[in-house]
Each structure stands twice: as structure tokens, then as C-alpha cells.
């Protein structure tokens, strides 16, 4: 599957369906939200809606409100993480709540939380299934911020175990990422046990998302202008918590140090530090083959799935393992 | 009507409602709600939508869930708004961010929006009217949102004129205050010339609200743990306005550059001279004679309700515009 040239001819369908609700001429708002949708161009979660509906043997047009709600759901959510994380670059643009201030940037994402409803409410398909819809999305909101208070959290704790990490990033990502694939079920008129399976597989290929997102924050920046930001950020990475269980009891002490500075406290020798560290146990190489592991095993759950499905959910898991950024 | 003896009876049905759904143990998170909602006793909006669904012949327990859903609405913006505010007092009480911090005062605000849905999702109607609550709830948070970016788009702005203003403020309130009482109408199953009725005396009752706090805000304080917070936060309310239309170029300049200042930096002096130039100007008085014309509209619109519903808007009015906080 070649992901640009899926976007290429699923693109327009989605981008119609956005632009049919963000169509209000108030400054700060409207403005803001195009800012920020334009900055990310793959639009991977609609076309995973897209994709599925149609392996389902449905026409992909019904299914374009709910795909373009996932994007504006998984768009709104970093509008506000970027400010809950103080983080000013994204996609290597100033994120909007450096760009409009943080009033606006809240505000932003609030509109486009209930945007996302509009979109689900506008498709055309029966009440039931829209209810479905509205749930599975509301489900996935909700765990979403569930694990988003596990992670701020985190950032306090000194003794993080990689029992809470999990349980964090479990929280944070497994229904969230799924959302595009069980909503085109659902609207598909599947059986719940497919539905069910999918969840499950999120609950591999979530965290397998997030470990990996941990690694590239060192190796490829994330489109944050810089690399190691989550270092300067005191997250408790999956590199953290393995480097934790592993170095003396000085390196222990130095470590949370650093991670206990504020962002603009810490120095780029703090963070090659940290660096180091990771490298000396092995933590970034530990985490790549997690990953891995949780990525083999979606892909298993994805065995037992219609042929068809299966070469979906196998080029998603691909995808968010192996993807630069 | 008396708001509390309604709200002793009525009361327990609301929270045991918002209670079912704010079950978690995730620490800052469920706690921060609580401890948010448990600072506001009055449940005024929960109590509009049982008062009004009862009048149409209907069994108070069934609107529950959506009464409730309409306080955690009531509630989420609120917290959502003291951040954008910097408000660091709300009902006498530290407001969230600052008991929290910002990342879990977004977060907490993100999960309430969610549950309002929950709460909604949860009645027991059939799914023609869920779907009809829903998209009227969701309806309201997005003309709020709107509203909000006027709003804080009028700081920057040096020549704010009535009209400005009152599309801010019609905006802001007019769905949203009367959200309950068009929910219970859709769910009693009303007639949409009534519902119309409703959202037209919101046109009207919203107004007056906003006018009255922003006269509250000069003379009782709203529980901001201070008289005249609008004036250090430079909000374009009536009081400003008005007196800007009626001063000098001298005063005008200096009330500028008042309103222009970080809160921080604006002095009690400051607010005493902008505080006696409202005074020079009759502005409180032009704002209250304001509002009272618009409660004074919204009644008319009343008029033409059944008289139990009557009854309900009249009262509704009156506490907008009497209140004291």
C-alpha cells in the first residue's frame, strides 16, 4: 500500500468534509484551526477509516464525515497536549498556542472537539448507527484524556515502573488509534466480536505507537525543532523507565535531576546525558524491540481478521513502527 | 419559585446522575472535578431543565442525565475559562489550574466535555432524541466557542463598539443558558415553534445576563476574590464601551491604556480611576437599565408560553438579572 498515493485520490473526500464545517469567518478561530490542520499532511487516520469501510465493501463517500471527524479529533487533541507539554514546534511549524496565544489555542481546540460531532451528526447514515458513532468517539476522547492525566502525572513520579508507563500509554493510545477502524465497522454494520478484535489489536499497536514515538523523540526530533525534547520535558519515556532499572544508584540521582528541570533549565549537555545513558544499557535498542514485540502482536490478532483487513491493519502496524517521524 | 428549596428536592437526582459518570481514581483528574463542581451549589441549570420537562407533563428522573449533562457543560466552560481569563479565584475558591496546574486544568476541562455526551448518551429516550440532545448541545459549545474568540479578540481592540459587543455576548449565552430548557422541550417531545420560542427569549435573556456580570463584576466582585477583575483583565464590557462613547479624548486614552495593561500590573488606583469615570458617565446605570429592557424582552417572548412555562421564564429572568454573584 502506498500511503501518498492513497492520499492522493482519498484527500479531496476528506478535505471536503472538514471544509464543510470550518467555514466561519471569526479571526482567531477558523484562521487558526486551517493553521493547524495544514501543518500535517498524511491525514493517516481518515484514510484507515476510508480504507476499512471500503475492505468492509462499502462506497468510501458515506464514511467521509466520520473519517474527516478523526483527523479534526486527533488534530484538536494536540492543539491542547502542545500547550499541557509547553512544546512550541510542530511538524517544525510554531504551534498555535504560540502562534495565537494560549486563550485562543484552548479555545481552538474546545471548537474543534464539538466539531468533530457536527461531522459524525452530519453523516448520512441511520440514527443508530450515528449513535454508535457518537459513543465510540466519545469512548475514545475520554480514555484519551484518562491517560493524558496518567502521563502528567508521571512527570512527578521518581520511581516510575514500567507497570505505569503501560498502563498510561494503554490508556492514552489504544482506543484512540483504533477509532478510524471501529467506527468504519460500526458504520459497516459489523459484528461486535470484529469490533472487539480491533480494540484489541490497539491494545498492542497503541503502545507499540507510543514506544516508538518515544525512541524517534531521540533519534529524529518528532518535527519539534529539536531532539530530546521529551527529556527537557521530564517525560517518563519507556527509555527512562528501562535506563532507570538498570544504572547505579549516582546516575539514578542525576537523571531524574535533569528530568526534574524545567524544559528551559535543561541544558543540551543534560540531555546528551541522558543520551548516553540510554545508549550505555541498551534502553533505546530495549525499547525498539518492544515495540516490535507489541507490533507482532497486533499483527497476529490481524491473522484471525478477513484478508482484506488483515493487509490493512498490517500496513498500519508497519506504518506507525517504522515510520522517520 | 424558591431556587433552594427546589434545589433540596431536586438535587439529589442531578448528582446522583454526574456522580455515576465521574467515577474514576485517576489522581488530578476525578478529584479536580469534583472538587470543581463541589465549589458551585446552586445547580441553577440542571434545575431549569427538570423544572421545564416537569411543566410539559413529564417525570423529572427521565431528564436527569441531560440536566446533569447541562451542569458539567456549565462547569468544563468554566474551567476551560479561567484559564483563558488567568482567573485565579472562582467562587472564593482557588480555580483549577491553579490548584492543578494548566496541563491538568486543559485536561480536566477536555474529559468533562466528553462526559457531557456520556450523560446525554445515558437517558433513556428513544435515539431520534438523543441524537436531537446531542446535536443541541453540541450546537451550544460551538456558538460559545465562537463567542469566546470575540471575546478575546475585543481586548486587543481599542474602539469596541455596542455592536461588537453585543454579538459577542448574544453569541456566547444565547444557546448556551437556554440549552436546558430547549432540551427538555425536545425531549418532552415539543413542538419546534416552541423550541424556536425558547432559543428567541435566549436572544434576549442571554444579554441580559452578560450585562448584569459585567455590572456584578464592579459592584459585588462575582467571587473573583476582588472588585473590578474585568478592568485588569481588559475586558470590552458595557461599563467600557458606554463610557468610551461618552469621555473625553484625555479619559479615553487613559482607560485604554488601563484595560492594555497585564493584570498584573494594574493597580488598585487604576481600577478606582476607570470604576469613578463609569460613575461620571451613568455607565453602571446605562447598563442596568440595559439589561432590564432586555429581561424585559425576553418576558414578552414568555408571554406567548403556556402558563406553567410562563411562570418558569419569568423566574429564570429575574434570577439572571437580581442576582448578587
Known amino acids: 500500500m502506498d500511503i501518498e498515493e492513497i492520499t492522493n ?5 476528506i478535505d471536503d468534509a472538514m471544509n ?3 467555514k466561519g469567518n471569526i479571526p482567531n478561530l477558523y484562521d487558526a484551526i486551517k493553521y493547524h ?3 500535517g499532511g498524511k491525514r493517516i487516520r481518515p484514510i484507515l477509516a476510508i480504507l476499512t469501510y471500503e475492505a468492509l465493501g462499502k462506497e468510501p463517500r458515506n464514511i467521509a464525515p466520520f473519517a474527516a471527524a478523526c483527523e479534526v479529533l486527533h488534530n484538536w487533541i494536540l492543539v ?6 509547553g512544546d512550541k514546534m510542530r511538524r517544525e ?3 498555535v498556542w504560540v502562534k495565537y496565544g494560549i486563550a485562543h489555542g484552548i479555545n ?5 472537539a464539538h466539531k468533530v460531532f457536527e461531522l459524525i451528526l452530519k453523516s448520512d447514515f441511520d440514527e443508530k448507527t450515528i449513535l454508535k458513532l457518537t459513543e465510540a468517539t466519545m469512548t475514545a476522547a475520554i480514555k484519551t484524556a484518562e491517560g493524558q492525566a496518567m502521563d502528567i502525572n508521571l512527570r512527578d513520579n521518581n520511581s516510575p515502573t514500567e507497570n505505569d508507563y503501560m498502563r ?3 490508556g492514552k493510545t489504544a482506543h484512540y488509534l483504533t477509532l478510524p477502524m471501529v467506527g468504519a465497522a460500526v458504520a459497516a454494520g459489523s459484528k461486535q466480536d470484529m469490533i472487539n478484535k480491533m480494540i484489541e489489536f490497539g491494545k498492542f499497536i497503541g503502545p507499540a505507537f507510543q514506544i516508538t514515538d518515544d525512541v524517534l523523540d531521540l533519534t529524529e526530533g518528532k518535527g519539534r525543532g529539536e531532539i530530546g525534547r521529551d527529556i527537557k520535558e521530564g517525560k517518563r519515556s519507556i527509555l527512562v523507565i528501562h535506563c532507570l532499572s538498570k544504572c547505579t544508584k549516582e546516575e539514578r540521582k542525576k537523571i531524574i535531576e535533569i528530568l526534574n528541570k524545567s524544559p528551559e533549565k535543561t541544558s543540551s549537555a543534560d540531555v546528551a546525558f541522558a543520551k548516553k545513558l540510554f545508549e550505555k544499557y541498551k534502553s533505546i535498542e530495549y525499547a525498539r524491540n518492544k515495540a516490535e514485540s507489541f507490533a507482532a502482536q497486533a499483527k497476529k490478532i490481524a491473522d484471525t481478521m478477513p484478508r482484506n483487513l488483515k493487509e490493512i491493519l498490517y500496513f498500519f502496524a508497519d506504518y506507525l513502527v517504522k515510520r522517520k517521524k
Open 20 to 22: 464543510d464545517v470550518f
Open 168 to 170: 498510561m500509554i494503554t
Open 9 to 13: 485520490s482519498k484527500g479531496q473526500l
Open 108 to 112: 481552538v481546540g474546545d471548537l474543534m
Open 37 to 39: 490542520i495544514d501543518t
Open 93 to 95: 511549524k510554531p504551534t
Open 80 to 85: 491542547h497536549d502542545d500547550i499541557e507539554d
